[in-house]
């Protein structure tokens, strides 16, 4: 499955949209192995690889229109795709400050609904956006000077959504400077 989506991403494009590391198809590459060296199941990591596919609150280029979820659904996975529309829908300013609450307030942001995700989609939320931004701070210094105190309080906050190896992964590369 993975191949398959590797393809399609190729197919879409991916390796030609520009992105902090060289493209985007390298960046979600990236992201999904990281995520594979954290002991992630299968469907996170698919969701890793397919994390922008329809753009994000910080990167708004998305490769497919919501419209086509089912065309990722059938590459991917049902779980993998309501991943990525969670993290693709994540109003991350409005969302974050409670992810890690019982009551958190997801806002989404493209319907505008808020609503309380179950535990487990509220811990993929996290793990997820912990290996989208680590690689980031990772690949680029600047963006680890300029975000990375930010990003160690936000990881501070949702550390008990997080696994020990993502939160090892956080000391590395914020504390550390780079893993």
Same mark, same amino acid.
């Given at each position: 499955?993975?191949?398959?989506?590797? =393809?399609? /991403?190729? $197919? /879409?494009?991916?390796?030609?949209?520009?992105?902090?590391?060289?493209?985007?198809?390298?960046?979600?590459?990236?992201?999904?192995?990281?995520?594979?060296?954290?002991?992630?199941?299968? &469907?996170?990591?698919?969701?890793?690889?397919?994390?922008?596919?329809?753009? $994000?609150?910080?990167?708004? $280029?998305?490769?497919?229109?919501?419209?086509?979820?089912?065309?990722?659904? &059938?590459?991917?996975?049902?779980?993998?795709?309501?991943?990525?529309?969670?993290? &693709?829908?994540?109003?991350?300013?409005?969302?974050?400050? $409670?992810?890690?609450?019982?009551?958190?307030?997801?806002?989404?942001?493209?319907?505008?609904?808020?609503?309380?995700?179950?535990?487990?989609?509220?811990?993929? /939320?996290?793990?997820?956006? =912990?290996?989208?931004?680590?690689?980031?701070?990772?690949?680029?210094?600047?963006?680890?000077?300029?975000?990375?105190?930010?990003?160690? &309080?936000?990881?501070?906050?949702?550390?008990?959504? /997080?696994?020990?190896?993502?939160?090892?992964?956080?000391?590395?590369?914020?504390?550390?400077?780079?893993?």
């Amino acid at each position: 499955m993975p191949d398959h989506a590797v =393809a399609w /991403l190729r $197919t /879409l494009g991916a390796q030609e949209v520009s992105h902090p590391g060289g493209t985007l198809l390298a960046h979600l590459e990236r992201v999904q192995e990281l995520l594979g060296s954290w002991g992630a199941r299968p &469907a996170l990591q698919r969701a890793g690889l397919c994390h922008a596919f329809y753009g $994000t609150d910080g990167f708004p $280029t998305g490769l497919l229109p919501l419209a086509r979820r089912s065309e990722l659904a &059938a590459v991917i996975g049902d779980e993998a795709e309501e991943i990525v529309y969670l993290y &693709a829908a994540c109003d991350r300013a409005a969302s974050y400050p $409670t992810l890690a609450s019982a009551e958190a307030a997801f806002r989404d942001r493209f319907t505008g609904r808020v609503h309380s995700p179950a535990l487990e989609l509220r811990r993929d /939320l996290a793990e997820l956006s =912990a290996a989208n931004e680590l690689d980031l701070a990772r690949i680029d210094p600047a963006f680890r000077e300029a975000s990375g105190a930010e990003l160690l &309080a936000l990881f501070a906050r949702l550390r008990g959504l /997080l696994s020990e190896p993502a939160r090892r992964e956080c000391r590395a590369v914020l504390v550390d400077g780079g893993g």
